[in-house]
């Protein structure tokens, strides 16, 4: 079970490759690695909350949808478009990064207001 630490850390991680990689060579990845940046700001705002980790992706959006609506509002399409680029085989494109780094950056806001 990671600590809040430990998931602030690995967002940070998440973070930084995000920035280091093409988003318009792999812009596949860049929704992928922004989706999982986003769990890990929602599962360090959760142990921040004292709430047990989610395990999975369906506890998780469960618990958004009833405790923190706001965060779920935004998480929700990066979930739903991370899924659709990697199984799907979407072909994702700069409109589609553009959107999904702007849902990204309100998750943040939101588990940054949370956590303070």
Known sequence: MATE???RQ?????A????TFDHARFPDWAATVAFYQAVHL????FAHDGRTPS????TRNQILK????DLWKEYRPLYAFSRTARYWCMKVNDTH?????RRLRRVEHIVAELVR
């Open 5 to 7: 630490s430990e998931h």
């Open 10 to 14: 690995q967002a940070q991680h998440n």
């Open 16 to 19: 930084e490759l995000l920035a």
């Open 42 to 45: 929602i599962e360090m705002l």
């Open 55 to 58: 395990g999975s992706h369906k």
């Open 66 to 69: 009833r405790h923190y609506p």
């Open 97 to 101: 990064v553009a959107y999904v780094l």
